[in-house]
């Protein structure tokens, strides 16, 4: 009865890719459907009205001002430590490596790189768009305030919107714009939502951003993820693009690697034991062809367990003795002892 080869985890991890489709019939592509656009006009009439009540000094900047002066980082300290690594989860390189690696994984199991040309463009939106509106209106952050009660607006800052906030938005609401289904969509949003409030909470916690800021970054990633489908046929475009390239590369190189020809004769090295023959000497015999064609065996080394020397190497074709050939090993019959002047058979008693 056979049995199945021991095969380690690598090879089961391998075996179970083996399976996999190439790419799914149905992939997700979300539509800027009527609800979206609403979405997106709703969110960038919050957008612009928070950089109108933060330029016109309203509430909003009188609140930022209250919550510098309330200090939270001094009135629960015993959760700075945690939330010095928890803000980690809004900076723009440990996030875009981790969210890149996953995305990665999934576009080497499906065969397309949708995801990883989404995530490319939803980065590339989020650096020009915040990080325009952060030159342009160059406000200055709560530790670097002249003025108390003022917007710190155009003083060379670069602090609104958060960028933590909407960097936070970005990539990890992109798992949710490209999971699979409804149920992963809803999951995937919900922890998103989560880690981005938290990283714009914590921002303020510590400092660093005034809560105005905090609220531009979210509307500003948010932005950037419902405008996306927009984005869809470049992204199509640019996947088309770099699969044809790959194909063309792959083509010439595949030109420059030798084919061999059906019927070719394939080399062989020759050794000392396959040297022509000197002039005069006669051709060997197909026997002996055989035998110097054949490579001797190598020395077999003994095992551990065993108590003899080593073994001498094994002789090959052409150092054996010539042996008879099959038919003169026929044993004599016994019919023939008599004929050929062996000793006759003895008779039976009682025959």
């Known amino acids: 009865m056979g049995t199945e080869p021991n095969l380690t985890r690598l090879d089961r991890l391998f075996a179970r890719l083996d399976r996999e489709q190439q790419r799914p019939e149905q992939l997700h592509v979300p539509r800027m459907s009527r609800h979206r656009i609403v979405l997106f006009g709703a969110t960038l009439a919050f957008y612009a009205t928070i950089v109108v009540a933060v330029i016109t000094t309203s509430w909003l900047v009188r609140l930022d001002w209250q919550l510098m002066f309330f200090r939270p980082y001094q009135q629960w300290p015993e959760i700075h430590p945690f939330l010095d690594y928890y803000v980690v989860l809004g900076q723009r390189g440990p996030t875009a490596v981790m969210v890149a690696a996953w995305l990665g994984w999934r576009s080497w199991r499906q065969h397309t790189l949708r995801p990883l040309l989404a995530l490319g463009a939803s980065l590339l939106l989020l650096n020009v768009t915040v990080g325009a509106a952060k030159i342009g209106m160059g406000r200055l952050g709560p530790h670097y305030a002249t003025v108390i009660g003022a917007n710190e607006m155009w003083q060379g800052g670069d602090i609104f919107p958060s960028g933590h906030t909407a960097n936070a938005v970005v990539t990890w609401g992109i ?62 475009w640019a996947e088309a693009r770099i699969l044809s390239a790959r194909d063309l590369l792959w083509a010439r190189w595949g030109d420059r690697l030798p084919i061999p020809r059906p019927g070719a004769a394939v080399p062989v090295a020759t050794t000392s034991a396959q040297a022509p023959p000197a002039a005069g000497a006669s051709s060997p015999a197909p026997a002996e062809r055989l035998a110097v064609a054949e490579p001797s065996v190598q020395q077999v080394r003994p095992g551990p367990g065993r108590t003899h020397g080593a073994q001498r190497p094994h002789a090959g074709r052409a150092e054996r003795p010539p042996q008879p050939s099959p038919a003169g090993r026929r044993p004599p019959h016994t019919g023939d002892r008599g004929q050929r002047g062996g000793p006759s058979p003895r008779p039976v008693a009682g025959g």
């Open 175 to 236: 798992l949710a714009y490209l999971a699979a289904t409804p149920r992963a969509r809803r999951h995937l949003s919900a922890l998103s939502a989560v880690v981005s409030l938290g990283v714009g909470l914590t921002t303020v916690y510590l400092g660093t951003h005034w809560l105005s800021d905090v609220l531009l970054g979210w509307a500003a990633g948010l932005l950037i993820l419902l405008a996306l489908p927009w984005f869809e046929p470049a992204i199509n």
